[in-house]
């Protein structure tokens, strides 16, 4: 165990740390500007009707709203065809892993909520996300109203999201060494 500055911010710290579980919290936030103006029988429709799109499906998009309101580093977890989006800030000399759920120091954390089980990953890439994920995306024709959600969701509740603003207190926990 190394001693390092230890916390959690957000949905981190009010459900059980499965994916089952924060996909089922996030599916309860839902999109107050949600339209899909699509028939049943069409193709397309809106997926952006609740929060738990951006844990697994659109979290590229909840990145680019991290990196355009924060300036956080944005990057990519992969493990065979599955990935994840997520940003990455240091505070006071720790990493902090943040995306929809939150921020957490603990990499352990961030990782048993994730959509796929990326203990062993092949490789964590950095994102240029400005060039990754384009706002003007044809193949995604809500992609402007999922980006106006994760806009909200972040002014919503910008402690869970904003590390500048955190609490001494609750940083002084020990946490098991991630590296």
Known sequence: MTDHIYF????????????RDMDKCLSKISNPQFVDLEDDSSEFHNVYEDASIFLQGSCQLFS???HKEFGYDAFEIRKGTSCHFFCQATYQGAPVYIDVRGATTSWEEFLS??????????EIIPQDIEETKKLNDPDDLYVKDGFTFAKHLIHEHPEYYDISNLQPAIQSKTAPDNG
Do not use: R
């Open 8 to 19: 959690h911010t957000g949905y981190h710290t009010g459900v059980a740390e499965t994916y």
């Open 64 to 66: 680019l709203a991290l």
């Open 113 to 122: 909520g994730t959509c796929a089980d990326f203990h062993d990953h092949d």
